[in-house]
């Protein structure tokens, strides 16, 4: 697979997408990066903002298995990696598999579950393993997790731990539609109460197992030049050395910003990483994994606008 072939089928992507979810552009293209790249993504909204929706209509269109856990209060690491349950008839332990062994698993409003049951997904988001009773179970290549929560001021949530929030590629906030979107989603699902299947409104399977392999292939060819490394670099360890923030940003950060970098370039139709790419992902790749100063909390300041103002004041390579 070369450039324009990827280009081409992150189109079609979209197209499909877009029979179900109006609007929310950047979103998928940030889904999309996160696919190529091997990565994660947090989605944070209000309710009704079409996260559940689009992680589903994102699985249809890459014609992978779905899996969805809806986090409670309630809910128990076992309940999410399954466990080794003993057969009376067969006098042996069967695996009991989770609702974890998918390609593409929806952790919905994952911050409404204790720290505890959110830890399960540790090793998964790393290593794309699950380890039960010593042993490890593979989860593929292709295991990938679309995380939503609500916004942590509301009632019932649990804050998600340091370790957690760094596995995420990106955190993506679901703003409100504007005015003409809005009208777009109630001339379409105006004439129903539940939630839209993504299959019954035409959404199509366009992409295959040697299109995800060939794109994977593809990602590694792309060129990031020293210079352009250099910048990442100098962007994480900014975030640690800045007034504004208690703690900065991983060496893991840096390292799939870069990636990230590269999967976006291959949408562009560059095989190629410009600065823009990194300026342009910096911002949903580190607001989930700084924490403000004290000093800049009195002030009351917010962290996208923090590290917007550190971003802006690092050179750019020419």
Same mark, same amino acid.
């Given at each position: 697979?070369?450039?324009?072939?990827?280009?081409?089928?992150?189109?079609?992507?979209?197209?499909?997408?877009?029979?179900?979810?109006?609007?929310?552009?950047?979103?998928?293209?940030?889904?999309?990066?996160?696919?190529?790249?091997?990565?994660?993504?947090?989605?944070?909204?209000?309710?009704?903002?079409?996260?559940?929706?689009?992680?589903?209509? #994102?699985?249809?269109?890459?014609?992978?298995?779905?899996?969805?856990?809806?986090?409670?209060?309630?809910?128990?690491?076992?309940?999410?990696?399954?466990?080794?349950?003993?057969? #009376? =008839?067969?006098?042996?332990?069967?695996?009991?598999?989770?609702?974890?062994?998918?390609? +593409? +698993?929806?952790?919905?409003?994952?911050?409404?579950?204790?720290?505890?049951?959110?830890?399960?997904?540790?090793?998964?988001?790393?290593?794309?393993?699950?380890?039960?009773?010593?042993?490890?179970?593979?989860?593929?290549?292709? #295991?990938?997790?679309?995380?939503? =929560?609500?916004?942590?001021?509301?009632?019932?949530?649990?804050?998600?731990?340091?370790? =957690?929030?760094?596995? %995420?590629?990106?955190?993506?906030?679901?703003?409100?539609?504007?005015?003409?979107?809005?009208?777009?989603?109630?001339?379409? %699902?105006?004439?129903?109460?539940?939630?839209?299947?993504?299959?019954?409104?035409?959404?199509?399977? &366009? &992409?295959?197992?040697?299109?995800?392999?060939?794109?994977?292939?593809?990602?590694?060819?792309?060129?990031?030049?020293?210079?352009?490394?250099?910048?990442?670099?100098?962007?994480?360890?900014?975030? !640690?050395?800045?007034?504004?923030?208690?703690?900065?940003?991983?060496?893991?950060?840096?390292?799939?910003?870069?990636?990230?970098?590269?999967?976006?370039?291959?949408?562009?139709?560059?095989?190629?990483?410009?600065?823009?790419?990194?300026?342009?992902?910096?911002?949903?790749?580190?607001?989930?994994?700084?924490?403000?100063?004290?000093?800049?909390?009195?002030?009351?300041?917010?962290?996208?606008?923090?590290?917007?103002?550190?971003?802006?004041?690092?050179?750019?390579? !020419?």
């Amino acid at each position: 697979m070369n450039v324009a072939e990827a280009q081409a089928l992150a189109t079609r992507i979209r197209g499909e997408v877009a029979k179900t979810v109006v609007g929310q552009a950047d979103t998928i293209d940030l889904m999309l990066i996160a696919l190529l790249a091997k990565g994660h993504i947090l989605l944070e909204g209000p309710p009704g903002t079409a996260k559940t929706l689009l992680a589903q209509t #994102f699985a249809r269109t890459l014609g992978v298995s779905f899996g969805r856990i809806q986090f409670t209060p309630d809910l128990m690491p076992g309940d999410i990696v399954g466990a080794n349950i003993f057969n #009376f =008839q067969t006098s042996a332990f069967t695996l009991t598999r989770g609702p974890i062994f998918c390609d +593409l +698993l929806l952790a919905d409003e994952i911050n409404r579950t204790p720290p505890k049951t959110q830890a399960a997904l540790l090793e998964a988001m790393q290593e794309r393993t699950v380890t039960l009773d010593g042993v490890r179970h593979d989860l593929g290549e292709r #295991f990938m997790v679309v995380a939503t =929560q609500n916004p942590i001021e509301q009632q019932g949530v649990y804050p998600l731990p340091e370790a =957690q929030l760094d596995r %995420f590629l990106f955190k993506q906030t679901l703003p409100y539609p504007s005015a003409e979107e809005e009208k777009a989603i109630v001339a379409r %699902f105006g004439a129903r109460t539940g939630q839209p299947d993504p299959t019954a409104l035409g959404v199509e399977t &366009v &992409v295959s197992v040697e299109d995800l392999a060939g794109i994977a292939d593809l990602l590694a060819s792309v060129r990031l030049t020293d210079e352009i490394g250099g910048y990442v670099v100098s962007i994480a360890r900014a975030t !640690r050395e800045s007034a504004d923030f208690e703690t900065g940003v991983s060496p893991r950060c840096a390292a799939m910003l870069a990636a990230a970098g590269r999967a976006r370039a291959v949408l562009n139709g560059r095989d190629y990483v410009i600065p823009d790419d990194i300026k342009a992902l910096a911002l949903p790749a580190l607001r989930h994994r700084v924490i403000l100063s004290p000093a800049a909390e009195i002030e009351g300041r917010k962290v996208d606008d923090a590290l917007t103002a550190l971003i802006t004041q690092i050179e750019a390579p !020419r």
